[in-house]
T-cell receptor, first 111, second 115 residues
Framework: TQLLEQSPQFLSIQEGENLTVYCNSSSVFSSLQWYRQEPGEGPVLLVTVVTGGEVKKLKRLTFQFGDARKDSSLHITAAQPGDTGLYLCAGARGSWGKLQFGAGTQVVVTP | NAGVTQTPKFQVLKTGQSMTLQCAQDMNHEYMSWYRQDPGMGLRLIHYSVGAGITDQGEVPNGYNVSRSTTEDFPLRLLSAAPSQTSVYFC??????????????FGDGTRLSIL
């Protein structure tokens, strides 16, 4: 059973379009992290959201943490081919170093 | 700027063979961990270590052993490889266990196939 559910599993869009990836759970997390992973490489941390209701922006990427700290979303504005990759969310509970990962959303942006 | 280094990058084993996946970090990080990544399942924690001489089990520890004799190295041992252990293995490190405030750095993975 996946504690963190990501949707959609796969997303294919054209350059310039917007997209949103969702990460949902019935559990409360102390923080949620978003990673991007490219083929043959390890995940790379994009952002950590800690406070319920928090919104963080990283250039064209907007991350939101739900008020109840059970869900998060990643919105990409005007997607570019360089945004192609596997997006993973991961939740932390407390400060003990264990992360629960979602299964990931594969995003493909075509020129 | 090495970061987290994993070796080998690829490995093919026969059922029953043993091997060690190597992981080293040069950032003086206390917290290190091993994950496996399987299609449709995300990353699952195998074992982790909060410092030299201290290790503990994660979500899927069966069939794997770890040790942490130095801060830098955290090898993962497969005792008797099984086809179910075919996966991509990632090592990660962080300055502390507080991943709410510390980034976790991943290696590039070891792709392991068990025949």
């Amino acid at each position: 059973t996946q504690l963190l559910e990501q949707s959609p599993q796969f997303l294919s869009i054209q350059e310039g379009e917007n997209l949103t990836v969702y990460c949902n759970s019935s559990s409360v997390f102390s923080s949620l992290q978003w990673y991007r992973q490219e083929p043959g490489e390890g995940p790379v941390l994009l952002v950590t959201v800690v406070t319920g209701g928090e919104v963080k922006k990283l250039k064209r990427l907007t991350f939101q943490f739900g008020d109840a700290r059970k869900d998060s979303s990643l919105h990409i504005t005007a997607a570019q081919p360089g945004d192609t990759g596997l997006y993973l969310c991961a939740g932390a509970r407390g400060s003990w170093g264990k992360l629960q990962f979602g299964a990931g959303t594969q995003v493909v942006v075509t020129p | 700027n090495a970061g987290v280094t994993q070796t080998p990058k690829f490995q093919v084993l026969k059922t029953g063979q043993s091997m060690t996946l190597q992981c080293a970090q040069d950032m003086n990080h206390e917290y290190m961990s091993w994950y496996r990544q399987d299609p449709g399942m995300g990353l699952r924690l195998i074992h982790y270590s909060v410092g030299a001489g201290i290790t503990d089990q994660g979500e899927v520890p069966n069939g794997y052993n770890v040790s942490r004799s130095t801060t830098e190295d955290f090898p993962l041992r497969l005792l008797s490889a099984a086809p179910s252990q075919t996966s991509v293995y990632f090592c990660a490190s962080s300055l502390t266990t507080d991943l709410n405030n510390q980034p976790q750095h991943f290696g590039d993975g070891t792709r392991l196939s068990i025949l």
